[in-house]
């Protein structure tokens, strides 16, 4: 499933394409996704100009100038991509346009997985932004702007990894007294929105911090952050901003808007490098693999305490 740097690399690509465009029409090639779309989706969307794209955790955000937003979350394998022309049809089970870009790990292009399809246009320029799902994991949902932190994904998220409200500070309240292991803690939504495995792996491992370690061991007696978790709040910070400049994690099926894929798995320190020499200056230890709460953690034993 595509991680928080992943989402915002398709945002990016999507922004310019869409902000300040109007939906001319939405074409909808099956009735749902994971969920059904919601009622009168089409009618409701179409003619309307998207004022914005934002991001919230792993969501994308379509803000519409009605007071409605479309919620969109990729599963795991959705994909959008864009073709420009002024075809008047896009028929499903044909591509056109072109995705260039170096592909390590192709994502699905096959128009029999076109399910919602953007006519968008912009004065006389027209453009077809094109959501491709071959396993439906994905889904769409419409929601009113006002009650948009009402919606149930985002109710009790916790602050973006990306924005100033994450604080070692922030972390030390909700580390202290919780035995809880650090990676356990460090996944759950409600602390920070958006964090997945992938970099919770690569953080710990900058911060020569074990996924094993109890949270409430970085917290003083006060309540206060130790060094350690100013650091781990550091590391936090800078993993996801390098994921996001190299475009994301090309791992199986995430693909940017260009059709290009992201290269940040060819950063990684320790993340899918089980048996591997551990990548620190000076340290002989091995990366190990070992599974907590039914996923895959990987650290060096030997540095990461």
Known sequence: MPELPEVETVRRGLAPVMEGARIERLLLTRPDLRFPFP?????????????????????????????????????MSGSFRIESGNEEVHTPGE?????????????????????????????ADKTRVIYNDPRRFGFMHLVRRADIDLYPAFAGLGPEPTGNALSAD?????????????????????????LGNIYVCEALWRSHLSPLRAASTLVTKKGKPKPALQELTRHIRDVIADAIAAGGSSLRDHIQTDGSLGYFQHSFSVYDREGQAC?????????????????????????QK
């Open 39 to 75: 009622e009168g989706f089409a009618e409701l969307v179409e003619g309307r100009e998207i004022l914005s794209l934002g991001r919230r955790a792993k969501y994308l955000l379509i803000e519409l100038d009605s007071g409605l937003t479309i919620v969109s979350h990729l599963g």
């Open 95 to 123: 591509t056109s346009g072109e995705t260039p870009g170096a592909f390590h790990h192709p994502r699905s292009k096959d128009g029999k997985h076109d399910h919602v399809i953007f006519h968008l246009t912009r004065g």
């Open 170 to 194: 922030y972390l030390a309240s909700r580390f202290e007294g919780k035995t809880q292991p650090l990676k356990g803690a460090l996944l759950d939504q409600k602390l920070i929105a958006g």
């Open 279 to 303: 990548r620190f200056p000076d340290c002989r230890g091995t990366v190990e693999r070992i599974t907590q709460s039914g996923r895959s953690t990987f650290y060096c034993a030997a540095c």
